[in-house]
């Protein structure tokens, strides 16, 4: 049988088992390409794919960005390659060694994606990046202080342990906080985004891999400290730049708890104020609170790094209070 003839019955496999339209397109063209590329010109065909002529495949950066999707579409390539390696099993045109040979090989994305970087002159900074959200004092003193908590009941946690591992959220619980959460991601190099598709990024897989406290600390610690709110804010929701300066949220709030456990905001009358005890009450933490509960999209920087951490918590003023 002829890799032409391969290639219709594996399209026809894909069709079989359910996947959309632009999945099928995708994976015929990875095939095709590597046959055309490669095993044509190695006398070679889709049973006896060795690791020298993967990586002559791999080693073509301009067909991977014009065709293929660039560094995204690495992952894409791989799962193409896994596919192709069931098909070719159920089939018995591979069995025993070479089946164990091809998932290993398709399975080390890491590889493929240092390998892309390498050769377009990125610089992999991933270690560093690591070293630097977990190797500190405030990390280490979170690691600390989470040793008896789950903290996979936060909100945040939860939803990045699902985006970073491509789990879809369901139309009911998609919210604007997930959205930010998303938009915060990327800026933070963890996730990339091309034409509305989400891949995780080696630094995203990095941090998903850690250790719980570890990893809790290490987007603790990203979320306040290496997060430009600012820029994420005005580039999410089309903001002035001028509106308000989101980077002094976290700020704010951890001076006015520093000394206090609970404060008890009501905002209607705050804004009853009389204009000769303004200057008394814009000192109060109650106003700052205040103040920021009122500005567009500070909640949802509350939610994410606070709330949704297990730091703060809003207690709504019950009747009879």
Same mark, same amino acid.
């Given at each position: 049988?002829?890799?032409?003839?391969?290639?219709?019955?594996?399209?026809?496999?894909?069709?079989?088992?359910?996947?959309?339209?632009?999945?099928?397109?995708?994976?015929?063209?990875?095939?095709?390409?590597?046959?055309?590329?490669?095993?044509?010109?190695?006398?070679?065909?889709?049973?006896?794919?060795?690791?020298?002529?993967?990586?002559?495949?791999?080693?073509?950066?301009?067909?991977?960005?014009?065709?293929?999707?660039?560094?995204?579409?690495?992952?894409?390539?791989?799962?193409?390659?896994?596919?192709?390696?069931?098909?070719?099993?159920?089939?018995?045109?591979?069995?025993?060694?070479?089946?164990?040979?091809?998932?290993?090989?398709?399975?080390? *994305? @890491?590889?493929? /994606?240092?390998?892309?970087?390498?050769?377009?002159?990125?610089?992999? &900074?991933?270690?560093?990046? +690591? !070293? $630097?959200?977990?190797?500190?004092?405030?990390?280490?003193?979170?690691?600390?202080?989470?040793?008896?908590?789950?903290?996979?009941?936060?909100?945040?946690?939860?939803? *990045? @342990?699902?985006? /970073?591992?491509?789990?879809?959220?369901?139309?009911?619980?998609?919210? &604007?906080?997930?959205?930010? +959460? !998303? $938009?915060?991601?990327?800026?933070?190099?963890?996730?990339?985004?091309?034409?509305?598709?989400?891949?995780?990024?080696?630094?995203?897989?990095?941090?998903?891999?850690?250790?719980?406290?570890?990893?809790?600390?290490?987007?603790?610690?990203?979320?306040?400290?290496?997060?430009?709110?600012?820029?994420?804010?005005?580039?999410?929701?089309?903001?002035?730049?001028?509106?308000?300066?989101?980077?002094?949220?976290?700020?704010?709030?951890?001076?006015?708890?520093?000394?206090?456990?609970?404060?008890?905001?009501?905002?209607?009358?705050?804004?009853?104020?009389?204009?000769?005890?303004?200057?008394?009450?814009?000192?109060?933490?109650?106003?700052?609170?205040?103040?920021?509960?009122?500005?567009?999209?500070?909640?949802?920087?509350?939610?994410?790094?606070?709330?949704?951490?297990?730091?703060?918590?809003?207690?709504?003023?019950?009747?009879?209070?």
């Amino acid at each position: 049988m002829t890799d032409k003839e391969k290639i219709i019955l594996f399209e026809n496999y894909l069709r079989e088992k359910g996947y959309e339209e632009e999945k099928i397109k995708y994976n015929i063209l990875v095939v095709k390409l590597l046959v055309q590329e490669v095993l044509y010109y190695f006398e070679e065909n889709l049973e006896n794919i060795d690791t020298y002529t993967f990586e002559e495949f791999t080693d073509m950066i301009r067909l991977i960005d014009d065709e293929l999707g660039g560094r995204n579409g690495i992952a894409k390539i791989l799962d193409c390659m896994l596919e192709l390696t069931e098909f070719l099993k159920i089939n018995k045109m591979i069995k025993g060694g070479k089946i164990a040979h091809y998932k290993r090989m398709f399975s080390n *994305i @890491d590889y493929y /994606l240092d390998k892309y970087d390498m050769m377009t002159g990125r610089k992999d &900074d991933t270690k560093e990046f +690591l !070293k $630097r959200a977990t190797d500190n004092k405030f990390s280490h003193n979170v690691i600390k202080l989470i040793e008896d908590v789950n903290v996979y009941e936060f909100k945040t946690m939860e939803y *990045i @342990d699902k985006i /970073l591992s491509d789990i879809p959220f369901s139309k009911k619980e998609y919210n &604007d906080d997930i959205n930010l +959460l !998303k $938009r915060v991601l990327i800026s933070l190099n963890l996730i990339d985004e091309k034409n509305g598709q989400i891949d995780v990024t080696k630094k995203g897989r990095t941090v998903s891999r850690l250790p719980v406290d570890e990893k809790y600390a290490a987007i603790l610690f990203l979320l306040i400290f290496d997060t430009n709110w600012n820029k994420v804010i005005f580039d999410t929701f089309n903001m002035p730049e001028n509106a308000f300066d989101y980077s002094e949220v976290i700020h704010l709030i951890s001076t006015i708890f520093i000394n206090k456990n609970d404060i008890i905001i009501d905002l209607n009358s705050i804004k009853d104020i009389k204009e000769d005890e303004t200057l008394v009450e814009i000192s109060r933490e109650r106003f700052r609170l205040a103040k920021m509960e009122v500005t567009p999209y500070v909640d949802n920087i509350i939610n994410i790094c606070l709330i949704g951490m297990g730091i703060l918590d809003v207690i709504p003023k019950m009747e009879g209070w």
